[in-house]
């Protein structure tokens, strides 16, 4: 399975960015799938999930409200959508893809993810 994130870019405070991820070598709907980000120094957090559809999803407070999360399973592809930008968002942004026991499942749990990209570098100045 591959993961390919794209999008990430160096932006201005308060402004937006719309990451991708395209995934292949198995069936992009079999999986839950999230977003995570990694700052230097930091360990990675979670950042955003969402089930095999996309109905249902699940965000850090870091980014509730700023973040969404979406897929188009004919696409085979994860997106976040971020808004009014801020300085800590700075980070690698990873995209995961986990196996689903169930079409509820989705879970923000870094363990959890079988699959990873090699990450898109956002860089945002104040």
């Known amino acids: 399975v591959l993961l390919v994130e794209s999008g990430g870019g160096f932006v201005q405070a308060g402004g937006s960015l719309r990451l991708s991820c395209v995934v292949s070598?198995?069936?992009?709907?079999?999986?839950?799938m999230g977003w995570f980000r990694q700052a230097p120094g930091q360990e990675r957090e979670f950042v955003a999930a969402?089930?095999?559809?996309?109905?249902?999803?699940d965000y850090s407070p870091l980014v509730q409200g700023r973040f969404t999360i979406s897929r188009d399973n004919a696409k085979s592809t994860l997106y976040l959508q971020i808004n009014s930008l801020k300085s800590e968002d700075t980070a690698v942004y990873y995209c995961?893809?986990?196996?689903?026991?169930?079409?509820?499942?989705?879970?923000?749990?870094?363990?959890?993810?079988?699959?990873w990209g090699q990450g898109t570098q956002v860089t945002v100045s104040s």
């Open positions: 070598g198995r069936s992009f709907a079999s999986f839950a």
């Open positions: 969402t089930n095999w559809n996309g109905v249902s999803t």
């Open positions: 995961a893809a986990a196996e689903a026991p169930s079409n509820i499942y989705y879970t923000s749990t870094l363990d959890d993810y079988d699959y």
